[in-house]
């Protein structure tokens, strides 16, 4: 038994709880007092004699010491305080655990046989006194062993069972259930009595219990089963192990149960399946909200603002300006506002709804103490908060990101277009100069239709035509390379807003799963730590 590592997986399990808002306040206490009761030195444990009113405890720790050590009789003093018997040779090394718990009352023994025993005489947990049992339930969690006293008028008693019995068994790696009184049974009913006892004590949880049969008021001689029982006992430190181990078990399979793991194993608390299809609802709606096919119309429109100062020729830099200058540019050609200007189209409202309903349906099959956690994650304004703040994130993200495309053919095309420009200008002037000079040389083409045309006029239209077609080939040229960025920036902002409320909008349960992981881990793991 490795009780260090017991305690460190106790620790682990009450950080997982704290995570999952689980009360830990409990095992946090059990860990508080184990390493409290070990460092105490000492070659004895601590039985403690429990029971109710009437059936013996004082007398039974009287037969033991074989004198009188307890005051004993059917009502109980009005004190609370337990009564100490210790070794005589132990007492000094004693005084600290006893200080630590809160016993003043002490009486020493010379027992042979029973040097590393000390008894706690408590008192009566059922007490009208209600001080008493509040300080029968102070000590329990602090000793090492308990003797459960009953007898045969109060064995079924319920406060017995309910309170005590059946909450303490699997906390206590020693104990004894003792049948006093036995003076008053019939000998041919005390084995029945017996097996009833034991039949009881396996519906409490203490199959394995010892039940020692006393006549505790005929002295030393009435209590040979119990005596033989202490004789068979092991060693202090095993007790005192044994205990803080049964504790500890106990602990961590209760914080376990309240997260709802069984058997070790902490299923989802969403079906997977389920919470991928919610998910992907979600991305769909955000998207929508996003619009993904207008960004593309923008990132088209932003590669043609590019493409026109170095394609369009000497009027490129002119219509590039007056774009900006009457902000057209700001509301058809940029990609990167209109990712910022996300929330402007819509609400987050609808994109969440097929979260909300995901965790309603969810929410019966989730462990009681986690639901509060969970039901808080489909609260409309926290939920929309988590996915706008992680859109935001995405967009920004993509935004900061975006470098408008650029070709080298613009340039050629740029080159074509001031080429151009020069032959209208030269063909503007033969133009001219066949009105201002007189009989200047002039040549005609004979076209269909139209019969001879001035050679200038047909040089003019075709310089036009092809203009336009290097126009038409930068805009096609640009239209084609801005299109297949705006897929490549459309199927990136998706993924990335998919991914971001994936990890997002359900991540608070992602920590739940996770602790309610790890506090499987910490149960699985007592059985070899604490065994």
Not at 147 to 155: C, G, I, M, R
Not at 206 to 221: K, Y
Not at 449 to 464: D, M, S, W
Request: with cysteine; glycine share 8%.
């Amino acid at each position: 038994m490795n009780l260090q590592r017991c305690l460190e997986r106790l620790d682990e399990a009450v950080a997982d709880g704290a995570s999952l808002g689980i009360a830990t306040a409990e095992a946090a206490r059990v860990a508080e007092t184990a390493r409290a009761r070990l460092r105490f030195p000492g070659e004895a444990y601590v039985l403690a004699l429990a029971g109710g009113t009437g059936v013996g405890k004082s007398t039974v720790l009287n037969a033991l010491a074989g004198e009188e050590v307890s005051p004993a009789g059917a009502r109980r003093p009005t004190t609370a305080e337990p009564v100490a018997w210790v070794p005589a040779d132990k007492r000094a090394e004693l005084a600290q655990l006893l200080a630590w718990l809160g016993v003043t009352q002490v009486r020493e023994h010379h027992a042979d046989g029973l040097g590393e025993l000390a008894v706690l005489d408590l008192p009566d947990f059922d007490s009208v006194a209600v001080e008493h049992r509040a300080r029968v339930d102070a000590l329990l969690p602090k000793v090492d062993a308990v003797a459960w006293v009953l007898d045969p008028e109060k064995y079924k008693d319920e406060v017995v069972h309910d309170a005590y019995l059946r909450t303490w068994a699997p906390r206590v790696g020693r104990q004894l259930v003792i049948l006093n009184r036995a003076d008053l049974l019939a000998p041919e009913d005390v084995a029945r009595v017996r097996d009833d006892v034991r039949a009881q004590l396996s519906r409490d949880g203490l199959a394995d219990a010892t039940v020692a049969i006393a006549r505790a008021r005929e002295g030393p001689g009435g209590i040979d089963e119990v005596r033989r029982w202490l004789d068979a006992g092991l060693e202090a430190k095993r007790v005192i192990a044994g205990r803080v181990a049964a504790e500890t078990r106990v602990a961590i399979r209760e914080l376990a149960r309240r997260a709802g793991i069984a058997d070790g194993q902490a299923a989802p608390l969403v079906d997977p399946a389920r919470r991928e299809r919610a998910t992907r609802d979600v991305s769909r709606a955000v998207l929508a909200l996003v619009d993904i096919a207008g960004l593309e119309r923008q990132a088209v429109a932003a590669t043609r603002l590019a493409a026109r100062p170095r394609g369009a020729g000497p009027l490129g830099h002119l219509t590039s300006a007056l774009y900006r200058l009457t902000g057209r540019a700001r509301a058809s050609a940029d990609p990167a506002g209109y990712l910022r200007r996300w929330r402007m189209r819509g609400s987050l409202a609808p994109a969440i709804e097929p979260v909300r309903d995901l965790l309603a349906s969810a929410l019966p099959s989730v462990p009681v103490a986690l639901r509060p956690a969970v039901a808080s994650l489909a609260a409309p304004a926290d939920a929309e908060r988590r996915l706008a703040d992680a859109v935001d994130r995405a967009l920004t993200a993509e935004a900061s990101e975006l470098r408008t495309p650029t070709s080298f053919i613009w340039s050629l095309i740029g080159f074509g277009q001031y080429l151009v420009t020069g032959l209208l200008v030269f063909g503007a002037l033969w133009l001219a100069a066949l009105f201002v000079l007189h009989d200047a040389p002039s040549g005609s083409v004979d076209l269909p239709y139209l019969g001879p045309v001035p050679t200038p006029v047909v040089f003019i239209a075709a310089v036009l035509l092809a203009g336009y077609l290097l126009a038409l080939a930068l805009r096609y040229h640009a239209g084609w390379l801005g299109r297949r960025w705006a897929r490549r920036i459309g199927a990136l902002v998706a993924r990335e807003v998919q991914g971001r409320v994936g990890d997002t909008i359900l991540s608070p349960l992602d920590v739940l799963d996770a602790g309610r992981e790890h506090l499987a881990a910490a149960a699985r793991g007592i059985e070899d730590d604490c065994a």
